[in-house]
């Protein structure tokens, strides 16, 4: 049985358990059943108010049953949407979970995107005591997702001239930023409101629950469409350092993607919420520069990576990303806290 029809079976069977609304508006329709994503990392299909999910080829059994665990947690509550019960099963090989459907993000009115909502969602999943929740939870995965997007540049993109600019800000990262050694809680710091520089290290103080993936599209409302938001995708959920949730958005500001006005907003909002990851009243990027700098050339890595394998030349927001790494490799050395590692 192919991923999309064994996920469709898994969806109705979501969509019509006991409490769900009846009789079922999708089974009416001709067209009952919809594809949200089929990527190698992941295939969503939708029925009705439910979804269901075949997780990534590879995925770690235990940490996948932590991590749901973790999101059916009352803790969470608010926080995460929970997903559905639904019989173990895989298809091909692959863990599928199932999930209620919520309104995403509308990539077409870029003016009412919920950042502030997504910075106090953050704060508020940092803040949950992660010694009260099942486990063991595995690491945040944000080092090893920054080393899989350079492999997926080298094979892919490795001869493009770019492609060595992504590369030596890769080697200016600290062998913890590139998944070589464990990650230490906090990170090093950066210039004021500019591009991130490889500079000396500190520390936010503890373990946190981490993302691990933050970005607008793992953000849906639910109930829909004008419930309250949540954080959806708990396929990198896991302790770390916090930084690296905020770590996104900081690339975009640094790299001019991101207006200094939206990231005053998205840090203000988690400030507010006390949020751990940064102080309150003083400069964030101690915490965030290594975080930062490391979703630039995950970014670009990837950026690159696509437009070749598209047989293009990078877009203008690609290129944005390529040329914050070639400013980070560019620093002088008297700039730097600790050699490259």
């Known amino acids: ?85 639904l019989d173990a099963r895989q298809v091909h090989g692959r863990p599928v979970t199932a999930w209620p459907y919520g309104a995403p993000v509308n990539p077409e009115d870029p003016d009412a995107a919920p950042w502030e909502e997504a910075a106090a969602l953050l704060a ?15 690491p945040m995965r944000g080092p090893a997702k920054v080393a899989r997007a350079l492999a997926r540049m080298e094979s892919v993109a490795g001869e493009h001239r770019a492609a060595a600019v992504v590369r030596r800000a890769w080697d200016r990262l600290p062998a913890r930023a590139r998944d070589e050694t464990p990650s230490p809680v ?15 290290e500190t520390s936010s103080g503890r373990d946190a629950l981490c993302h691990g993936d933050l970005h607008l599209g793992q953000l849906v409302r639910h109930p829909a469409p004008s419930g309250p938001w949540l954080l959806i995708d708990v396929d990198d959920l896991g302790v770390g350092d916090p930084a690296w949730d905020l770590a996104r958005p900081a690339a975009w500001y640094a790299a001019g993607l991101l207006s200094p006005q939206v990231w ?25 520069d290594v975080p930062a700098r490391a ?27 390529i040329d914050a790494c070639a400013r980070m490799a560019d620093l002088p050395p008297e700039l730097e806290f600790e050699p490259p590692s």
């Open 186 to 200: 906090g990170d090093a710091p950066a210039p004021r409101g500019g591009t991130p520089s490889p500079r000396g």
């Open 295 to 321: 979703l630039t050339v995950q970014t670009a890595g990837l950026s690159l990576a696509r437009a070749v394998a598209e047989r293009r030349e990078p877009d203008e927001v690609d290129q944005m990303m």
């Open 264 to 288: 005053q907003r998205f840090l203000g909002a988690y400030t507010a919420e006390q949020g751990p990851a940064v102080p309150a009243d003083s400069d964030p990027w101690p915490q965030l």
């Open 1 to 85: 049985m192919s991923v999309v029809r064994e996920l469709a079976l898994a969806a109705r069977i979501a969509a019509h358990l006991p409490g769900a609304r009846r009789p079922c508006p999708a089974c009416r329709r001709d067209e009952d059943v919809s594809v949200l994503a089929d990527r190698g990392d992941g295939v969503v299909v939708r029925h009705g108010e439910a979804v269901a999910k075949a997780h990534a080829p590879g995925t770690d059994q235990n940490g996948h049953r932590a991590r749901l665990a973790v999101a059916s947690h009352p803790l969470l509550a608010g926080i995460l949407l929970p997903p559905l019960p």
């Open 124 to 138: 508020r999943l940092h803040r949950v005591d992660v010694t009260a929740l099942p486990g063991p939870l595995p």
